[in-house]
């Protein structure tokens, strides 16, 4: 290969350099064990601990790839580190880039329709994991070897939180030919209408086999993209020609939804939806070490639960009193309760509950559960995380939060399901008191639903 051979971890074996950034080089390897190829990214921490916007580009990065595993999506594998380097271990995609082939000009009409199917397809997928891409183009579309899309490289994505500034996004951020008009401005925009946008260009692109805005004269362009001003080729057809016009519109409000996208008779010829990965093992591996990684806020002891102050615990669970943004730990949207049963008894109860639903559990370190849905959903299969938290030496919480699947399956399973058959161990609901009194005497090694 030219490269010396290196062993990672007694694991992968490295090879060729595929590529290089100012941080971070890209290399070629093999998982020794299963012979599976790899791209593993290899980012020296010193470098970019001294740029606080690139360790939290890096940090946002390995989040939502953890978050978005889809087929047509790069898969991040694993996360190792040494004291001075990270190693991020990636799905290689031997195809190149989708740039590749539209640089040799336009693409048939038919492959430019699956490259855009699969490409909705997985921006869907992101979108309902609260991701959103920010720099959709054809430089990170990558194609496997049977010439499906992978969409790559979401240094610049976005994750949803709560609503702040009317739930927008404020950062200027992409590549100006693939940029939406309301990213310009500076009045905020949303990500997921910011992405259609994108995905427009990207369709243009493909079929055409030139953007739609260009001009030497950046600020002429960005003129162009504010009125959505592009000319259309002969060559287009009328459907085609149709979609577009209903992509690229300056107005984000009047611009197609990715369900409207997936009604239109072009997009829906041929077009077989993916289910993501079945991530039954890989919902349930090396999660510590990456959290870790990761910087999480709350100390952890391998024989009692998390502690929770009482700002956190107050914030939590009172719906008129939220003061998370004080804290650098976001709790991700779920449903919340107390109990005065043991975090052994819980756990124990939740796993018997999980198990007659059909749900696979596997138990991690740190007092936390995860429940794997027993079949596909529309997104997927669901899994949920449920993790216990000491409050007071009486009081246990108790959060549950959607991992993966489709939001309005969780909230079934939530509702539905695990509220009625925890009943018995429960002493109230996040939302159901507004005040939880720490004066209420408990009965000391008492398990009780009742509330006093």
């Known amino acids: 290969m030219g490269e010396d051979k ?25 998982n020794l064990e299963s012979k599976e190829c790899v791209a593993i990214k290899i980012i020296k921490k010193d470098e970019v ?10 940090k946002r990065e390995i989040s939502v790839m953890r978050l ?34 539209v640089a040799r000009g336009r693409v048939k009409e038919d492959a430019a329709r699956k490259y855009f199917q699969q490409l909705i397809s997985a921006v869907d997928f992101c979108h309902s994991r609260g991701v959103f891409h920010r720099d959709i183009k054809p430089e990170n579309l990558l194609l496997d070897e049977n010439e499906d899309l992978k969409i790559s490289d979401f240094g610049l994505s976005a994750l949803h939180e709560h609503p702040s500034k009317g739930g927008l996004l404020h950062t200027q951020c992409g590549t100006p030919a693939y940029i939406a008009p309301e990213v310009l401005t500076m009045k905020g925009y949303n990500g997921a209408k910011a992405d259609i946008w994108s ?56 611009r197609l939804s990715i369900p409207g996208i997936m009604r239109v008779s072009w997009f829906r010829k041929g077009f077989k939806r993916p289910h993501a990965f079945s991530m039954e093992e890989s919902l349930f591996e090396r999660f510590d070490e990456e959290e870790k990684f990761m910087h999480e806020t709350i100390k952890k002891s391998p ?27 976001k709790k991700k949207a779920g449903s919340t309760f107390t109990s005065r049963c043991s975090a052994k008894v819980i756990m124990g109860k939740i796993e018997v509950v999980g198990k007659s639903l059909g749900f696979k559990i596997a138990r991690t370190k740190n007092f936390k559960l995860r429940l794997l849905g027993p079949s596909e959903g529309r997104k997927g ?8 938290f000491k409050v007071a030496p009486e009081v246990t919480m108790v959060e549950f939060s959607k991992f993966s ?12 399901d695990i509220r009625p058959a925890l009943k018995d161990i429960v002493w109230t609901w996040q939302g159901d008191n507004t ?16 509330k006093q």
Request: a neutral charge; glycine letters at 6%; one cysteine or more.
């Open 303 to 329: 024989s009692s639960p998390a502690c929770l102050n009482a700002f956190q615990f107050i914030s939590t669970m009172s719906t008129g009193f939220d003061l998370s943004n004080m804290f650098e730990d």
């Open 381 to 388: 299969r669901l899994s949920v995380t449920a993790e216990v």
């Open 405 to 416: 699947g489709d939001t309005l399956e969780y909230i079934k399973f939530r509702e539905e």
């Open 199 to 254: 995905c427009g260009v990207v369709l243009y692109v493909l079929l055409a086999g030139c953007l739609p805005f260009q001009d030497e004269n950046l600020m002429a362009m960005y003129r162009k993209i504010y009125k959505a001003e592009y000319e259309v080729p002969p060559w287009f057809s009328s459907e085609s020609k149709r979609l577009i016009s209903r992509l690229l519109v300056a107005d984000p409000d009047k």
């Open 68 to 101: 978005v595993r889809h087929p047509n999506i790069v898969e991040l594998k694993e996360v190792m580190a040494t004291k001075s380097k990270i190693f991020v271990v990636m799905e290689y995609v031997r195809g190149g880039e989708l740039f590749a082939k």
């Open 49 to 58: 601990i001294k740029s606080e916007r690139m360790m939290e580009q890096i």
């Open 435 to 450: 005040i939880l009194h720490y004066d209420d005497q408990i009965g000391v090694g008492e398990c009780s639903s009742s």
């Open 6 to 30: 290196k062993i990672l971890f007694g694991k992968y074996e490295t090879g060729k350099l595929l590529g290089k950034g100012t941080f971070a080089k890209v290399y070629y390897g093999k």
